[in-house]
């Protein structure tokens, strides 16, 4: 199958694409990211990685007329999760959290909890394709991002904030002028994963403080996020707000404490070499 079949695209305007995988029909489908700017562009999350990412936008002109006036692309993951980080190793420039950079480096799949069936396929990459022999490629980034960081795209800049929980290096990338903030798994429309190895619920209570501030103080009117669907701020607040009031409640304690455990032993099994 071509990277053109693979994926597919929607424009959301001012430089802005959403890019998904066509044939990953998995409640863990990452939502892709391209943002374009006058000096680099950026890709925020780049999926499992089973066809050339960078061929498609190639292919399909997102770059724009002269790419090569630019930086070469920027890729940056969210976090080291197979669904965010499979593609990295596709791109020349590569961006992660200082926290997470071990995992990518020597390919650890237990950290970046690589789990993937047959049947979230639905149509295989090549032929004779199966899913118990996906790995997340090692990748050596170039960009070790820390808190407070600023992504120069010359008409536009990405902040870096470091927001830990889902897991130890997970960050957002947030656009002050235009009140955008892309949040990775960090907060979507869904229930937030706080049991994965490496996940902390103080950190995760903080981040979501941390959240709410940003709307209370009217930084941000619209969220990408790492699955899903977009959302406003006033849904921002409810979510982040809601984590915050159930976390430390006795059902959430027990239940984060045996998905963990349950995690861990999966994980362990299916990538042995990297629970080492």
């Known amino acids: 199958m071509s990277a053109a079949d693979w994926y597919a695209h ?7 694409f959403w890019i998904q995988e ?13 943002l374009r700017g006058t000096h ?6 780049t999926g499992l990685g089973l066809r050339s990412l960078p061929d498609y936008i190639d292919a399909k002109g997102l770059l724009g007329k002269d790419p090569q006036r630019k930086n070469p692309l920027l890729a940056i993951a969210t976090h080291a999760h197979f669904d965010h980080s499979g593609g990295l190793h596709q791109f020349q420039q590569v961006g992660v959290h200082t926290a997470e950079v071990d995992a990518l480096a020597y390919g650890d799949n ?16 090549t032929p004779g394709w199966r899913a118990r022999r996906y790995k997340v490629k090692a990748v050596q980034p170039t ?10 795209l010359g008409d536009r800049q ?4 470091h927001m830990p929980g889902h897991s130890r290096g997970s960050i957002c990338l947030h656009d002050r002028d235009n009140k955008l903030l892309f949040s990775g798994d960090v907060v979507y429309d869904g229930a937030m994963i706080d049991w994965l190895p490496y996940s902390r619920v103080s950190d995760y209570v903080s981040s979501c403080e941390r959240l ?3 709307v209370d103080s009217e930084q941000v009117d619209q969220v990408l996020p790492g699955h899903y669907n977009t959302f406003g701020a006033k849904r921002l607040h409810r979510l982040a707000s809601t984590y915050i009031s159930r976390a430390g409640t006795c059902p959430a304690k027990f239940s ?21």
């Open 158 to 161: 990405l902040t870096v904030l």
């Open 256 to 276: 984060t404490f045996a998905w963990r455990t349950l995690a861990g032993v999966a994980l362990r099994a299916c990538n042995p070499r990297s629970a080492c």
């Open 143 to 152: 960009h070790i991002l820390q808190e407070g960081d600023v992504i120069n």
């Open 10 to 16: 929607k424009s959301l305007g001012d430089g802005l």
């Open 40 to 45: 680099q562009d950026v890709v925020i999350d």
């Open 22 to 34: 066509r044939f990953y029909q998995s409640e863990n489908r990452a939502n892709i990211w391209l």
């Open 212 to 214: 709410v501030g940003l």
């Open 110 to 125: 237990f950290e970046t909890v690589t789990w993937l069936s047959d049947r979230e396929i639905s149509e295989a990459p």
